[in-house]
């Protein structure tokens, strides 16, 4: 029986002493990882909300600073467009407008925003044809989420016995576009 508490003991002082130590430190960087990338999202987002268009420089920057973290992301843009259709009683006859337009929403995601960045052309990071551009009123959102499992994530669920899910930083960012810079 005095066996049983001294390894009880001993387990429970190398617990202590070096196991929550080093779940403290990996939360920590985790931590100041989410950090960083929110100040990096909140800065690109609000670039490209002043500005009125997205540059290759300005995604790619944005990228390396995420990175930067050492963790790998999903990062997904948004580009909300709200147009206004004419309303006429009927279009195979006369073509009377009715005095009211039809609010349609259009999106714009990651397939059509990354083809115009980086198009299969020789045209050089600063021309004017790589801009992805947006309007005053447009709505532009990014969410940034982490896909793999972090140090801190790997040490829980090893001490938990448990499989946690691996979207351990997730930003989610956006607002209307303010400008609209040539």
Do not use: C, W
Not at 85 to 97: G, H, I, K, L
Not at 145 to 151: A, F, I, Q, V
């Amino acid at each position: 029986m005095n066996s049983l508490l001294k390894i009880f003991a001993v387990l429970i002082a190398i617990l202590l002493l070096y196991i929550f130590p080093i779940s403290d430190a990996f939360d920590r960087q985790d931590d100041i990882s989410e950090l960083v990338v929110l100040r990096a999202t909140t800065s690109f987002v609000d670039a490209v909300r002043d500005k009125g268009y997205i540059t290759p420089t300005m995604y790619n920057d944005f990228l390396q600073a995420i990175e930067a973290t050492g963790n790998t992301f999903d990062v997904q843009m948004e580009h909300g467009q709200k147009t206004y259709d004419p309303v006429y009683d009927d279009p195979s006859s006369s073509n009377t407008f009715k005095g009211t337009f039809a609010v349609h929403y259009d999106s714009y995601y990651n397939a059509q925003i990354l083809p115009v960045l980086f198009p299969n052309s020789s045209a050089g990071t600063d021309d004017p044809s790589r801009r992805y551009h947006l309007h005053v009123g447009d709505t532009f959102s990014v969410t940034v989420k982490n896909t793999n499992r972090t140090s801190g994530t790997i040490l829980h669920d090893f001490l938990n016995n448990a499989n946690s899910p691996s979207e351990k930083i997730f930003i989610p960012y956006g607002g209307v576009v303010r400008n609209e810079d040539n």
